[in-house]
């Protein structure tokens, strides 16, 4: 059966009335979001910061020039910079992965984002669309704090960028349940995808034994993004994890219900009535007092007690 027969990856064109992948939100709106903030990036730049004690034009030109392209004011809040995210900037693990390097041709970003749509769009019609949200983001947020740890040890002088991470976790997660199909690698060669999976798997590793044996230095596995994707991929579909059910703790509804609950438990005044254990030995003592005094002489209270006797006694009967 071809890919483009399964049930899940039909054309829905007989739907009137619908636009572009109403199907699948979450993979539409990731990929707009992701786009949008790219062009932020290109538009919302700045000039070089350089020394206080330099003001000549012609060098900021020249350090524009060194750099390839200006720096971005989106860039210098959302990249990942380790030492940043280490002094306070924690947003920053959520918000890398919708940036993408500016230098060069976009070509990072229009792949990343064919694989997004490629493989998040099957993936959200079987999961859910939050699901696949919290499954992104996760995966980002993941290898983004990878890459803070190596930076409590070494100095990591390049922020990290890129959807990349993310759209291997896709990948992997995709591999898991499609093992056999066949894509075009580089839109000319046939390869199975979990052939092309166990190749992204490879170089890494081989990276890492390069690391191990002091071939290349440590800041290499620092910067291996792809294969942190590919791992949280992997052990997401192994575990059987369900990141949705985290809706659980933050199920705000759920929370001011129980709120409400408490407070109304807490002002509700509930009737106890008294005690009736000494009721016997009260009802003695009038007794005593009216054979002594005459009934004249009782209170409002004593005969009060004396009725409920009376009452507790045609109820035993």
């Not at 254990?277 to 003695?284: A, K, M, W, Y």
């Amino acid at each position: 059966m071809g890919f483009s027969n399964r049930d899940y990856m039909r054309d829905e064109s007989e739907s009137s009335g619908r636009s572009w992948a109403d199907d699948v939100p979450t993979t539409k709106w990731l990929i707009i979001a992701t786009v949008i903030v790219f062009f932020l990036q290109t538009i919302l730049t700045h000039r070089p910061q350089l020394p206080a004690d330099v003001n000549d034009p012609a060098i900021a030109a020249l350090a524009a020039q060194i750099q390839g392209v200006h720096p971005s004011y989106v860039e210098d809040w959302f990249a990942l910079d380790a030492d940043k995210v280490l002094h306070g900037q924690v947003w920053r693990v959520f918000t890398y992965f919708f940036c993408h390097h500016r230098d060069g041709s976009p070509l990072s970003l229009v792949f990343n984002m064919l694989g997004l749509w490629f493989f998040g769009s099957v993936l959200e019609r079987m999961y859910g669309r939050r699901e696949l949200l919290y499954f992104y983001i996760a995966s980002g947020v993941v290898t983004g704090l990878i890459f803070t740890a190596f930076g409590l040890k070494i100095h990591l002088p390049i922020p990290q960028m890129g959807a990349s991470p993310c759209v291997l976790a896709l990948f992997t997660l995709y591999a898991t349940h499609f093992p056999y199909q066949q894509i075009l690698f580089c839109w000319v060669v046939p390869i199975q995808i979990r052939v092309l999976l166990l190749i992204y798997v490879a170089l890494d590793a081989y990276n890492i034994l390069q690391v191990m044996s002091g071939q290349a230095p440590l800041i290499a596995m620092a910067y291996m993004s792809n294969l942190w994707g590919i791992a949280f991929g992997y052990l997401y579909r192994r575990m059987k994890w369900q990141l949705s059910d985290i809706e659980r703790f933050f199920d705000f509804g759920r929370m001011r219900q129980s709120v409400r609950r408490a407070t109304t438990a807490r002002n509700l005044k509930v009737y106890q009535p008294e005690s009736t254990i000494n009721l016997e030995e009260q009802v003695d003592a009038i007794l005593a007092k009216i054979h002594a005094q005459g009934s004249e002489s009782l209170t409002e209270r004593e005969r009060a007690v004396l009725q409920q006797a009376s009452d507790q006694a045609k109820n035993r009967l």
